[in-house]
């Protein structure tokens, strides 16, 4: 999970003088959402006398994570703590990639295919993926959700793509 | 005392209740089937299957399965959800006793002597006592459960709105004290879901918030979406990273002889005992929950122990007392759910994202307006517990078994599995795009050491809050001081100031730190 602590900072891109980078970008990236509520909820209207507007609490809110953000960024300059952790990039990017074709197929190409292509999709993020046997156990998936979801559980969903209904 | 009888008299009534079946091909003979009670059978059976895949954690399983229960009417739903977390929460033991992957952090603690029995060949007898101990203090928890709701449900209805909203600003600083890792992370990572819980249209005056005019962001970001991305997909990428096969070391011989010993018996009652009484306080402490009532009962056990040094090689007092402790905690964090309507950790907020699905406002107001839901609820729990204890140790063959799919397989099912469930939820594809989205945030958090959970429980009390502090400060006609001057909310604040205080004491830090690492050495 996390890069272990006795690991030398090979290539660290932080400057020296920031101890704990997992906390120091962890702050700043809080910083930053907080900066942008602050600007999404600016148009919103603020206190009316004593009662509440609709932007009082996401501006109070945002204030608060603001100050933690920045909390949490001086933490880390002055704690010894964790590298930044090293990402893989096929994980998450295959899984994405199902995701974002499940849901862009969906609606037009009906349950089946978009189930049995996001599977395909999403096996390309293990290097330890099997082809066949993949493609196996997704067909069996695909069968046992399209049982599952519309007849099992009565939800709506549609099967086969549109141009097969019509 | 005949309240209580009478309740739960009309809670088993609920669980037991028959429909009327009348299939045409029978030819209009009707068949009497226990609708509650299958689907508490099938919501035990379903959340043993997900919980006891390794690395898939209760709240995980619990939010991925939500979608399943839509369909369902109120009551069946819920008491089926009750079912899933059970045996998510008992699959999340077998795991980790059987290949010391815990499947949740509750069975951190489990793993350590459960695993070392198992490698002993002694992983029946582990399985047996986390059973029964897990249906021993299910079954206390439920009559706790029983005899406090009535005259929380009456205190709560004396709560104001000032009152309401210290006692979540108290809850939520529990969760932080209870928490692991960095205190100020986990309050950033609760503001940080208020945030987001104020993103769509504004209670009060309707207008739209932080939605830049995405139709699907008007309503606000989707509770089970949220959920599903940030446990589950982001949990799928985490395990791809730690590249799934490699650590895995399961125990090869047969699973034989189930049952334990007379000394095994003798040897665990007490720690079941003693973790059932902890447990259940910790469960209804707000912020508490399964995790922190099993490190603390197996820290208690090594305490009171006079053979401490067994601990770690195979005591089934290592096993007994979190098991115990665990399930007992589960249960009784139902109750500041079913009386105050608030919930004290992030499966609980789950169970409000699905209570709001069907369009139920948690709160005392269920407990009289819908008795026969909360009941129904709590005599379901006794039900489930009684029904994890018959189907899992005739099963435990087939979870062994389940656990060697090799996770290249698992992990694109459970990504599909929860697009088709999230999907569902609204039809709506631009929801399977947020998950995701939330997916990746998730990894971050996780790459960085923030822990999801509490931004979960600050997403579900966010607009609770809101309302309450606006309503509150309506009252009051804008004086912030109403939250000092009642007396019921002074005491709440102070005690969550106190706590607040304390956790950033050093002393009362390391202590913390110290029952947390116990599982990592």
């Given at each position: 999970m996390n890069a272990t602590p006795g690991q030398a900072p090979v290539k660290s891109i932080m400057p020296k003088w920031v101890r704990n980078p997992q906390d120091f970008v962890g702050g700043i990236a809080m910083m930053a959402i907080a900066v942008f509520a602050l600007w999404a909820s600016s148009d919103l209207q603020g206190m009316r006398g004593f009662s509440f507007g609709a932007g009082t609490a996401p501006r109070m809110f945002a204030t608060l994570l603001l100050g933690l953000g920045a909390a949490i960024t001086v933490v880390g300059v002055l704690t010894e703590g964790q590298h930044l952790a090293k990402y893989h990039w096929r994980g998450p990017l295959?899984?994405?990639?199902?995701?974002?074709?499940?849901?862009?197929?969906?609606?037009?190409?009906?349950?089946?295919?978009?189930?049995?292509?996001?599977?395909?999709?999403?096996?390309?993020?293990?290097p330890e993926t099997r082809w066949v046997e993949t493609f196996i156990v997704g067909v069996c998936l695909t069968a046992f959700c399209a049982l599952l979801f519309p007849y099992a559980l009565g939800l709506p969903l549609q099967l086969l793509p549109t141009f097969m209904i019509r | 005392m005949g309240d209580i009888f009478s309740n739960l008299g009309l809670g088993f009534g609920v669980v037991f209740q028959f429909v009327q079946w009348t299939p045409a091909f029978l030819g209009g003979t009707s068949i009497p089937i226990p609708v509650n009670i299958l689907l508490c059978l099938i919501g035990a059976l379903v959340g043993t299957l997900v919980g006891v895949l390794p690395g898939i954690g209760t709240i995980a399983t619990v939010a991925m399965l939500l979608p399943i229960t839509f369909g369902l009417p109120p009551v069946g739903a819920l008491i089926m959800l009750a079912g899933i977390y059970y045996g998510a929460q008992y699959g999340g033991s077998t795991t980790s006793i059987l290949v010391n992957i815990p499947g949740e952090a509750g069975s951190v603690v489990t793993a350590l002597d459960g695993f070392q029995m198992a490698k002993q060949g002694r992983a029946g007898p582990a399985l047996a006592i986390a059973a029964?101990?897990?249906?021993?203090?299910?079954?206390?928890?439920?009559?706790?459960?029983?005899?406090?709701g009535a005259p929380l449900t009456k205190l709560a209805l004396a709560f104001g709105p000032a009152e309401y909203f210290s006692l979540m600003v108290?809850?939520?600083?529990?969760?932080?004290?209870?928490?692991?890792g960095s205190v100020l992370k986990a309050i950033a990572m609760i503001v940080l879901g208020l945030l987001l819980s104020m993103v769509g249209s504004d209670i009060e005056t309707g207008a739209s918030r932080m939605a830049f005019n995405i139709p699907e962001l008007a309503d606000g970001l989707g509770f089970a979406t949220l959920a599903m991305g940030l446990f589950g997909f982001a949990e799928i990428i985490r395990n791809l990273d730690a590249g799934g096969e490699s650590d895995r070391e399961l125990v090869q011989?047969?699973?034989?002889?189930?049952?334990?010993?007379?000394?095994?018996?003798?040897?665990?009652?007490?720690?079941?005992?003693?973790?059932?009484?902890?447990?259940s306080i910790l469960g209804i402490l707000p912020g508490g929950g399964a995790v922190i009532a099993s490190f603390a009962a197996y820290t208690l056990e090594k305490k009171v122990s006079r053979t401490p040094e067994k601990f770690g090689r195979g005591a089934i007092q290592g096993v007994a007392a979190p098991e115990s402790a665990n399930n007992a905690a589960a249960q009784t964090s139902f109750i500041p759910l079913l009386t105050l309507g608030i919930p004290p950790n992030a499966v609980m907020a789950l169970m409000v994202g699905a209570m709001t699905i069907h369009g139920i406002v948690p709160g005392p107001q269920v407990m009289q307006k819908q008795p026969e839901l909360v009941w129904g609820m709590i005599a379901s729990m006794w039900v489930g517990n009684l029904m994890l204890l018959i189907i899992n140790l005739p099963l435990v063959g087939i979870w062994v078994r389940l656990l060697r799919v090799p996770y290249r397989l698992m992990f694109p099912s459970i990504v599909i599995f929860c697009s088709i469930g999230i999907y569902s939820v609204n039809n709506a594809p631009t929801d399977v795009i947020l998950a995701g989205v939330f997916g990746l945030v998730g990894y971050w958090l996780i790459k960085h050491d923030f822990e999801p959970a509490p931004l979960l429980l600050g997403m579900v009390l966010g607009p609770l809050m809101e309302e309450n502090l606006r309503r509150a400060l309506l009252i009051s006609r804008g004086d912030w001081s109403v939250f000092l001057t009642r007396p019921l909310?002074?005491?709440?604040?102070?005690?969550?100031?106190?706590?607040?205080?304390?956790?950033?004491?050093p002393t009362l830090r390391k202590k913390r730190d110290e029952v947390f690492v116990e599982s990592e050495n």
């Open positions: 295959f899984v994405t990639l199902s995701i974002v074709s499940f849901a862009l197929t969906i609606r037009s190409m009906g349950m089946i295919f978009s189930a049995l292509t996001s599977f395909l999709i999403a096996a390309c993020g293990s | 029964i101990g897990s249906f021993f203090a299910g079954c206390v928890a439920t009559v706790l459960i029983a005899i406090l108290l809850g939520l600083i529990f969760a932080v004290v209870l928490a692991k011989q047969k699973v034989t002889g189930l049952m334990p010993t007379r000394k095994d018996m003798i040897d665990s009652t007490p720690p079941i005992l003693r973790g059932t009484v902890l447990g909310s002074a005491v709440l604040m102070a005690i969550a100031a106190g706590l607040l205080v304390l956790t950033v004491l």
